[in-house]
């Protein structure tokens, strides 16, 4: 299996069969999965099969009904290392209630996120780092967040402090 | 490569924008999707994205940029930093007025290294939702997706 095949595994399970995603990782205590801030290990760090089943659970949901809204993530880029690989994937979400607490209302939401994977001796997922590009989500959510190309010639830095 | 590198690389982002330009191959590629910066390949534009990161001016808003390593996975061709991140006394960050309200984050970059170890591939990601909530952004809340009963245990 190839790198960009095993990132397609990986995210095909994930959003499809988490008992064979969940097969794809280390033994409990062996692996940890952040998709976010660690605030706290208690919530943010998964560890275990049971927390690993609960916490991505809506990752493959599919009914389209009960607001959890079914996910779509396509895998794009595998850069191969010495036991690890990053994944860059796109991300979508329909039928989603709330984003963050804010209002979906109905909206397609669309970004692309980036996995780090490590490997133990047998192939196993020892460590999972995970981080959606969360801003074009908040943008098309109507929130007034700007990311000007301010390394272009000519961009005058004042204007990062006017709004 | 290693943590003592990711340190250097860190530091060179509060020194300047040449230091940090070093550090990356001639032929390189950076990218830091969250900012919207895909596929920068000119050291002029590198550099130019550097300079807010190397701000020591704490009076025009655009803050000091703290950066503090988390750790480093991988080996000395290609790996993971993870890192925190403060921006200090900023007064407008992401198009947000965040005048007097504290927040940090958490980001990772997966670097590629050439023979001389010298940065060819760089993706740098950071959760925006944690800055968002800790700046109180109003309607924000943390978990991304809520808890549903129609998912037994969902977070």
Redo the contacts between chains.
């Keep these: 299996m190839t790198s960009i095949d095993f990132a397609r595994t990986w995210a095909d399970t994930r959003q499809n069969d988490l008992e064979a995603h969940a097969a794809l990782y280390a033994a409990d205590e062996r692996f940890t999965i952040e998709e976010?801030?660690?605030?706290d290990h208690l919530g943010d760090t998964i560890s275990d099969r049971a927390d690993l089943?609960?916490?991505l659970?809506?990752y493959a949901?599919k009914?389209r009904d009960?607001?959890?809204?079914v996910q779509t993530i396509t895998v794009t880029e595998a850069?191969a290392?010495?036991?690890?690989l990053?994944i860059?994937w796109d991300w979508s979400v329909e039928g989603?209630e709330?984003?963050?607490?804010?209002p979906v209302e109905g909206r397609t939401l669309t970004s692309?996120?980036?996995t780090?994977l490590?490997f133990d001796d047998a192939g196993k997922i020892t460590?999972e780092?995970t981080?959606?590009?969360?801003?074009p989500v908040?943008q098309q959510l109507g929130?007034?967040?700007?990311?000007p190309?301010?390394?272009?010639?000519g961009?005058d830095?004042a204007s990062?402090?006017?709004? | 490569m290693d943590y003592a590198f990711a340190v250097k690389w860190l530091k060179a982002f509060r020194h300047s924008a040449e230091a940090i330009c070093e550090l990356y191959a001639d032929d390189f590629v950076f990218e830091d999707p969250i900012l919207d910066q895909y596929q920068i390949r000119d050291k002029g534009d590198l550099g130019r994205i550097f300079v807010l990161y190397a701000n020591k001016d704490r009076e025009n808003g655009l803050g000091v940029h703290n950066f503090r390593i988390r750790g480093y996975e991988g080996d000395r061709r290609s790996g993971l930093i993870r890192w925190e991140w403060t921006p200090e006394d900023a007064g407008n960050f992401i198009g947000l007025d965040v005048t007097n309200k504290p927040f940090f984050t958490q980001g990772h970059t997966f670097h590629v290294y050439d023979e001389q170890g010298r940065i060819t591939r760089e993706s740098s990601w950071w959760d925006v939702g944690a800055i968002l909530t800790a700046i109180g952004q109003p309607g924000i809340e943390k978990a991304r997706i809520p808890a549903k009963s129609a998912v037994a245990g969902a977070a």
């Design positions: 976010r801030m660690v605030d089943l609960a916490q659970a809506p949901n009914d009960n607001g959890l809204g850069f290392g010495n036991g690890h990053m860059h989603l709330t984003f963050h607490g804010l692309k996120g980036s780090f490590q460590l780092s981080i959606l590009n969360e801003n908040f929130l007034p967040i700007i990311t190309h301010y390394w272009e010639e961009f830095p990062l402090t006017a709004a």
